[in-house]
Nanobody, 115 residues
Framework: QVQLVESGGGLVQAGGSLRLSCIVS????????VDWYRQAPGKQRDWVTS???????DYADSVKGRFTISRDSAKNTLYLQMNSLKPEDTAVYFC?????????WGRGTQVTVSS
């Protein structure tokens, strides 16, 4: 069973940076893909970025050039470096692990960007 726990959220001013972390119990190597999603108040959960087992990455247009996904397999940890943050980036951020057609989720960490 895969369990994920996010951390690193908080309150930051527009233009600032945050780095989110996600510890993947059960081993990050068991994930076919690892992903970040976000959900703003009153909105659906949106995909932000993904990384495959061979380290290929993809990003939503809204974060491309500002956010970077990375992983440390030895630490079973997934990261999301967020730079040049905007108020519209305010959301709960979730990490996710895809394994053989199943998707596991963390509980999320709140990111609030003030203008």
């Amino acid at each position: 069973q895969v369990q994920l726990v996010e951390s690193g959220g908080g309150l930051v001013q527009a233009g600032g940076s945050l780095r989110l972390s996600c510890i993947v119990s059960g081993g990050i190597r068991s994930c076919n893909t690892v992903d970040w999603y976000r959900q703003a108040p009153g909105k659906q959960r949106d995909w932000v970025t993904s990384m495959t087992t061979d380290y290929n990455t993809d990003y939503a247009d809204s974060v491309k050039g500002r956010f970077t996904i990375s992983r440390d397999s030895a630490k079973n940890t997934l990261y999301l470096q967020m730079n040049s943050l905007k108020p519209e980036d305010t959301a709960v951020y979730f990490c996710s692990c895809g394994v053989l057609g199943r998707r596991f989720w963390g509980r999320g960490t709140q990111v609030t960007v003030s203008s």
